[in-house]
């Protein structure tokens, strides 16, 4: 039986930069994951809040100035328990840990950027990375949106169009291009792969040929102050490949979500597990299933895991639960409408008529009920039971997997993960 510091489950934004901190605190820590977490679903940004009334157009400059209200309308929002401290604290460590490596992230908690969505809408976020935070619409100007006509799922024309209708000071103008070879022809590319092929000088500059003979350009006068592209400038070599379109184009470039997978999320959580194993006193078990774990007189005592040929008790002083909400498989469901949380058997706070799950749009201003389930916390960051009772004293919870943290309400996201990380170390370090 191996003895640890810190047990972390889960291997999302909150688990990632969990385990990274108490590392960093010289703490030996066991990080446990069955995947990557929704990392590579989600645009790789951290949202705080975006959106205050909730149902509101407008987005919100600065986060903290709308809080107080957002908390009131939601008294059981994980930020809550967290407090603006947690929030400010959450945010800073985690540039501090991602600008360890050539992540190069910006911002702060105190603004929102405004930044174009895949379909052209404003997407209000704290922090991003710089290719990213290039594209922030406050800037104003006029911008050229390349598309790929292998990628499918990304669409400059409609970009452009829907931001040019909302009047935001930006001129967008559209160009579909044919990708060079080795994509071109692929009607079935994804993200990762065209980031694959950027990541060759040869590729990089057959795109710039093409952008340049583009009838768009030729007509366009003066030319444009920003090229934008769906976020697929490189993987390991991203720094590279942003930098080395500038200097072809001679203007600012920056990147525009895509449907998953993310390549932006992909480069955060290669990131933070690189980070993670420098770093690392303790170990990382990626593709291993926490089975379950014993509560005894409010303490954790053990979890098991699922190994080849069986399962294995691991054992330590704390344990932190960053499993997710539905998503992140952190809660489990069945065709009942039960929904349960399949380690602990924590109890859940939710709905078992399956009709009440679902808000009619994806991204409802008021969240989609089933994200809004999860287990409910206390201020030390532990579980509780209906009546608030803690439940184990040595375990805390991190992220999607806590009630009320739905991240389509307010737009409130990954600064959840941050903040509520932020909360757990100081309940664990002192
Ligand atoms: C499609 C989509 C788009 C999003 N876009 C944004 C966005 O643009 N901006 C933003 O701020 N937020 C966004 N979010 C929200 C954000 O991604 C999540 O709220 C947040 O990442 C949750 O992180 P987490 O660490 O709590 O959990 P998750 O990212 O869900 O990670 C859970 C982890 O736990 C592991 N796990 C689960 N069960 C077990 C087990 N039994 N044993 C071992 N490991 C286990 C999983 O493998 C995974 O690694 C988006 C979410 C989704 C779903």
């Known amino acids: 039986m191996n003895k640890y510091d810190v047990v972390v489950i889960g291997a999302g934004l909150g688990g990632l930069t969990v385990a990274c901190q108490l590392a960093q605190a010289n703490k030996k820590v066991l990080l446990v994951s069955s995947g990557a977490g929704t990392l590579l679903l ?3 940004c951290v949202d705080v809040l975006g959106f205050q009334p909730m149902d509101s157009r407008e987005p919100i400059k600065n986060p903290l100035d709308k809080m107080a209200t957002f908390l009131t309308e939601n008294p059981n929002h994980p930020y809550t328990f967290t407090g603006q401290e947690n929030m400010e604290t959450g945010l800073n460590a985690f540039l501090q840990l991602v600008n360890r490596s050539s992540l190069n992230y910006q911002g702060s908690v105190h603004r929102n950027w405004l930044l174009p969505s895949g379909i052209g809408a404003i ?47 930006v001129q967008a103008d559209a160009v579909t291009i044919d990708a060079p070879a080795p994509i071109g022809g692929n009607m079935n590319v994804t993200p990762i792969e065209l980031a ?43 720094a590279e490949v942003l930098a080395d379109l500038e200097k072809q184009l001679g203007k600012t470039v920056f990147e525009i979500s895509t449907l998953p997978p993310s390549v932006p999320g992909r480069r955060l959580f290669e990131g933070l597990r690189q980070t993670f194993l420098q770093l690392a006193k303790g170990r990382f078990l990626m593709g291993t ?6 509560i005894e007189k409010g303490r954790v005592t053990q979890i098991r895991i699922d190994t080849a ?49 679902f808000a009619d749009g994806f991204l409802e201003p008021q969240g989609q009920p089933v994200n809004q389930y999860g287990v409910k916390i206390n201020a030390q960051m532990n579980p509780v039971d209906e009546s608030n009772q803690p439940l184990s004293e040595n375990l805390y919870l991190v992220g999607a997997i806590i009630a009320n943290s739905d991240w389509t309400r307010g ?15 100081k309940q664990i370090s002192g």
């Not at 299933?289 to 014993?294: I, L």
């Not at 737009?411 to 170390?425: D, K, Q, S």
Request: net charge positive.
């Open 289 to 294: 299933k926490v089975v379950d774990g014993t």
């Open 42 to 44: 989600a645009s790789g």
């Open 309 to 357: 040929s069986e399962l294995k008790t691991i054992k330590a002083d704390h344990y932190v639960l960053a499993t997710g909400g539905i998503f992140g498989g952190g809660l489990q469901t069945d065709l009942t409408g039960k929904i349960w949380e399949p380690i602990f058997g924590l109890p859940v706070v939710s709905n078992s008529d399956r009709h009440t799950w």
């Open 123 to 169: 997407h209000p976020t704290c922090l991003a990375p710089l290719s990213l935070a290039n594209g922030d619409l406050s800037k104003g100007g006029t911008m050229l949106l390349v598309g790929f006509k292998e990628l499918r799922d990304f669409y400059p024309m409609l970009v452009s169009q829907n931001l040019n209708e909302q009047k935001l000071g």
């Open 411 to 425: 737009r409130a996201g990954e600064g959840v993960g941050l903040a509520t990380a932020a909360a757990v170390i």
């Open 196 to 238: 694959r092929a950027f990541e060759k000088a040869d590729f990089r500059r057959e795109v710039v040929k093409a952008i340049k003979n583009s009838k768009v350009i030729k007509s366009s006068g003066k030319g444009y102050d920003r090229f934008g592209f769906p976020s697929v400038l490189g993987l390991n070599r991203h």
